[in-house]
């Protein structure tokens, strides 16, 4: 099994900056894309920024200049640095990994449990 552990959401005042983190854990061969997708209340979950395992990225419209995602691939890691935090970006954050086990011959997605972000003053 894959299991995402996400770290580093809270509470941020408008224009402050945050973290997130997320390590991959497990039987692990190997993890191709990595991302981060969020899901405001009353709304369906989006895309936010996602990098290849070549470091190529891509990013909603809404973050672009402000958010910079960023992978470890010794450590299985993804990180999202946040800045510039509006109102708006307020969310459950998840990570979002495709990874190959030990022993599979495909990849499979694998989804963090969600860490909260509130931007408000």
């Known amino acids: 099994q894959v299991q995402l552990v996400e770290s580093g959401g809270g509470l941020v005042q408008p224009g402050g900056s945050l973290r997130l983190s997320c390590a991959a854990t497990?039987?692990?061969?190997?993890?191709?894309?990595m991302g981060w997708y969020r899901q405001a209340s009353g709304k369906e979950r989006e895309l936010v920024a996602t990098i290849t395992s070549g470091a190529s990225t891509n990013y909603a419209v809404s973050v672009k200049g402000r958010f910079t995602v960023s992978r470890d691939n010794a450590k299985n890691t993804v990180d999202l640095q946040m800045n510039s935090l509006k109102p708006e970006d307020t969310a459950v954050y998840f990570c979002?990994?495709?990874?190959?086990?030990?022993?599979?011959?495909?990849?499979?997605?694998?989804w963090g449990q969600g860490t909260q972000v509130t931007v408000s003053s």
């Open positions: 979002n990994v495709w990874a190959r086990r030990v022993g599979d011959l495909s990849s499979y997605a694998y």
């Open positions: 497990g039987n692990i061969f190997t993890i191709g894309l």
